[in-house]
């Protein structure tokens, strides 16, 4: 399976050697429930884009530091191709991602009044979708790295919440078939998330950044949240192989 990563933003120069580029977590995220997939990275935010919406199997978008309201120049050709790609491929968004996606197919993101959500944050299952691996996840929600300030508040039509929680409610979501998104950052390493949060201490101040620094110490379902996404994409490519013929 080849995997096209939509990478939405640019590491810090200080900070690739030790973290690599905004897509660099995201091979060993999912490998870490299948070791054979192939990746191809596309610099969205640097106008690299796809030719076409099959030109891999599957698609996943990345975080990002920008603000899917900002509207910035690289967004709205992203933004159409992932219009174009969800009706014809496993469309995968994560945090900017997910944000972006419902934004891209009707739905509506703002600057959160709530504030940010750090640390590891837990979201309850709200439904459980048939293409769930069994046992994949130990319990009834995910406990997952959260980093983010901005929100859905509105759901793009044929939206199905799986998980969220008071302060997310759109914690884990589908829309219509072929897409799937997280809020969280299931990929985010602790060490990552650590030096994210230690950096704004001074903007979050040191009672919330000494939550969020000591929550990294707590169960994190990064490789349950891998085998659920290999679980949607491949759910979804034996319905699409099954009702279009290959265009690869």
């Known amino acids: 399976m080849l995997i096209g ?3 939405c933003g640019q590491t810090s120069p200080d900070w690739i050697e030790e973290h690599g580029e905004m897509a660099a977590p995201f091979p060993p995220f999912l490998r870490s429930a299948d070791a054979a997939l192939d990746f191809k990275v596309y610099k969205a935010h640097r106008h ?3 030719a076409t919406a099959t030109e891999c199997d599957a698609w996943l978008v990345t975080g990002s530091p920008a603000s899917v309201h900002e509207r910035l120049p ?3 050709a992203l933004s159409r191709f992932l219009v174009e790609a969800a009706q014809q491929r496993p469309v995968v968004g994560i945090c900017f991602g997910h944000q972006l996606l419902h934004d891209a197919l009707g739905g ?3 600057r959160s009044h709530k504030g940010w959500g750090v640390g590891v944050q837990d979201y309850p299952l709200q439904s459980v979708p048939d293409w769930s691996p ?13 980093l983010h300030q901005d929100q859905v508040t509105t759901a793009a039509p044929g939206t199905r919440v799986l998980a ?3 302060f997310c409610p759109l914690g884990i979501t589908t829309i219509g078939e072929n897409v799937l998104t997280i809020q ?3 990929e985010m390493t602790t060490r990552l998330a650590r030096d994210i949060y230690e950096s704004q201490r001074t903007e979050q101040g040191d009672a919330i950044t000494d939550a969020a620094v000591q929550s990294l110490q707590t169960r994190i ?3 349950p949240a891998a085998h659920w996404v290999l679980a949607f994409v491949r759910h979804r490519l034996a319905r699409l192989a099954a009702t279009t013929p290959s265009t690869r």
């Open 134 to 146: 069994p046992g994949a996840l130990d319990g009834d929600r995910f406990h997952l790295i959260a």
């Open 48 to 50: 690299e884009l796809p």
């Open 74 to 76: 690289w967004q709205p």
């Open 5 to 7: 990563i939509l990478e």
């Open 221 to 223: 379902d990064s490789r």
């Open 184 to 186: 969280a950052h299931p």
């Open 164 to 166: 969220g929680n008071a």
């Open 108 to 110: 509506e993101v703002q």
